[in-house]
């Protein structure tokens, strides 16, 4: 049946909802060219890390082996020296293939790599600069100037296939190392004695440390370097207020086996004391904790510059075995133990990095001298600060290679 | 499966997930870039590449509003970026009255030949009378879409509705006549 009908109802009617199944190909065509999502892999923050570095260090290496070959340069400068000289022989030579020569140094190598070398097995590092002086000191009409260019000829400059042959090196190094170490804490600076000293302020003996190192080198840039060392380390709790007393106040963290035990005065100890209410005399003090180890590092060593004088950078760690601990009390004079920390761990590690230079003083002698800092973790079993100690050493080493 | 589920497989680029989502929405959408395409051939490659485009950024769907409306929104944009690329010329704003009728019965008009008549109508017009009669988008919308004057969009569907109305009756007086 006709009927007056508004346009737009007429098309949303019919048309609003419907649905047409698409061609059977646009589902091919779609899944063809979809996107395929690789699954994520979350990669430890260790891996990138340590991915960067060793990219990082391959980049310095390259950097450093094939830039200026110190040979070339060294012959660079002579030509560039005797620039006058090398252009008067080649003048006065007839022969057309010397004259490209004539310009400058440049031209000379570019000339030099078309050349087959006369000689394959002839190396950089054996031209002998002074036989050219000797030659170009000479009148220029002689024959020898024709044997100098043969010989410059030679230079297999760019196309160099044989290898010099290295005289084999000595790959181990043992040294016997002393160092003064100053001990400290990152963070608060609380002492970790005891929860009454929480607040006190502590500070780092300087100490020392020994041992014997030994090294091997891996190629032109890493070695590996190991040992023992003995180190003894400590640092002072301060402020400490003693008064004579009965008994001993037993310290969480400290089992009251006094090490020498004669020695031990009965003594109470506080960290404030209102004198002003009492007549008892106390004295301030400190209290000095002492505690050695025996350290076996393990450390990568990398070239930065080689020579007599050479830089090098450190990292590593180090495996920690306690071999002392004390605390002593010091106070107006008088020293004395009061026990062993027992919140020490028996083995801890530390993290050390720093820089060392090596000196070579003879043919197979050198003294090296190396900044280090090494980070403790785990010292504490438990401590009441936030107490992260580290150490830094100057270690000095008198070295022999074998 | 759920459909949220659905879609996130979908996000992980499971095959699985996507040939389910193709088989739920396809028909609408299809019909959807009828409506707004001149021919069947162009309404296939809009449903291909709005399909392509709804997969790739799946992952960005928020769950906050419909799944259907979304996919619709991005088919609709993938038409109109087509129709910007092509810079269709502006036509002049001209004044016709708003409501048009026509007088029709509706059994004798089919679904096909009402398709086929928006199909045929000229480009910005057909976008226009798609997006305000069939979608419900506003002229204010309608004219940031297309990136005209709102006036121009409400002519152009003036001219839209008269088009059709006279395709219409143009089309059933050929029936009785035929």
């Excluded at chain 1, 009061?338 to 050198?366: C, M, P, Q, R, T």
């Excluded at chain 2, 051939?41 to 906050?64: M, P, V, Y």
Aim: charged share 20%; proline share 4%; hydrophobic share 35%.
């Amino acid at each position: 049946m006709r009927e007056n009908k508004n346009i737009d109802r007429l098309f949303q009617e019919k048309l609003k909802d419907f649905e047409v199944s698409p061609p059977i190909k646009s589902w091919n065509f779609i899944e063809k060219n979809l996107v395929v999502k690789p699954p994520k892999r979350s990669m430890p923050l260790w891996i990138r890390i340590t991915g960067i570095a060793a990219m990082l260090l391959a980049f310095i290496s390259l950097g450093n082996n094939y830039i200026a070959p110190k040979n070339l340069s060294s012959i660079q400068e002579f030509i560039f020296k005797h620039k006058d000289t090398i252009e008067n022989i080649v003048k006065n030579e007839e022969n057309p293939t010397k004259k490209v020569i004539t310009d400058h140094e440049n031209t000379l190598f570019n000339v030099d790599v078309k050349v087959t070398p006369l000689n394959p097995h002839f190396h950089l590092s054996e031209i002998n600069l002074d036989t050219f002086s000797e030659i170009l000191t000479e009148t220029p009409q002689t024959n020898k100037p024709t044997f100098f260019l043969k010989d410059a000829h030679s230079i297999p400059l760019g196309t160099e296939t044989s290898k010099p042959e290295i005289p084999k090196e000595k790959r181990w190094s043992i040294a016997y190392t002393i160092a003064p170490i100053y001990f400290s804490s990152f963070g608060s600076g609380d002492s970790p004695v005891d929860a009454q000293f929480e607040n006190n302020s502590t500070s780092g003996k300087s100490n020392f440390s020994h041992g014997i190192k030994i090294a091997f080198k891996l190629n032109n840039k890493f070695s590996v370097q190991s040992g023992v060392n003995v180190v003894d380390i400590g640092y002072t709790t301060n402020n400490i207020h003693l008064t004579p007393g009965v008994a001993i106040i037993s310290l969480s963290d400290i089992s009251n086996k006094p090490i020498e035990s004669l020695k031990t005065t009965k003594m109470s100890l506080g960290k404030e004391f209102n004198t002003s209410q009492n007549n008892i005399t106390n004295t301030t003090g400190s209290i000095d904790q002492v505690f050695g180890y025996i350290e076996i590092p393990l450390e990568i060593k990398y070239q930065i510059t080689d020579g007599k004088l050479g830089l090098n950078i450190v990292g590593g760690f180090s495996t920690l075995f306690l071999n002392k601990n004390e605390l002593v009390i010091e106070a107006d004079g008088f020293r004395t133990s009061i026990g062993e920390a027992s919140n020490l761990k028996e083995i801890n590690f530390s993290g050390n990095i720093g820089v060392d230079v090596d000196y070579l003083i003879h043919k197979n002698l050198y003294i090296n001298i190396s900044p280090m800092l090494k980070v403790q973790t785990n010292t504490f079993s438990k401590s009441t600060g936030d107490y992260q100690p580290y150490y830094l050493g100057i270690y000095t080493g008198l070295n022999f290679k074998f | 499966m759920s459909l949220n589920k659905l879609i996130k497989q979908c996000a992980l680029s499971d095959k699985k997930a996507q040939a389910t989502v193709y088989e739920l929405f396809g028909s609408k959408l299809f019909a959807l870039c009828l409506k707004y395409s001149t021919n069947k051939q162009e309404a296939q490659d809009n449903f291909q590449d709005g399909f392509i485009t709804i997969f790739n950024k799946i992952g960005q769907f928020n769950f906050k509003g419909s799944f259907e409306g979304w996919m619709k929104r991005i088919m609709v944009n993938t038409v109109l970026q087509k129709y910007r690329k092509k810079n269709v010329l502006n036509i002049v704003t001209e004044n016709i009255p708003d409501e048009v009728i026509v007088d029709v019965d509706e059994d004798e008009v089919s679904l096909d030949m009402l398709l086929k008549l928006i199909q045929e109508l000229p480009e910005r017009y057909r976008l226009v009378f798609n997006l305000y009669v069939l979608d419900g988008h506003t002229h204010k919308e309608i004219a940031s879409f297309l990136n005209i004057a709102e006036g121009t969009s409400k002519s152009n569907l003036s001219r839209a509705r008269f088009i059709l109305k006279e395709k219409v009756e143009a089309v059933l007086s050929d029936q009785i006549s035929g």
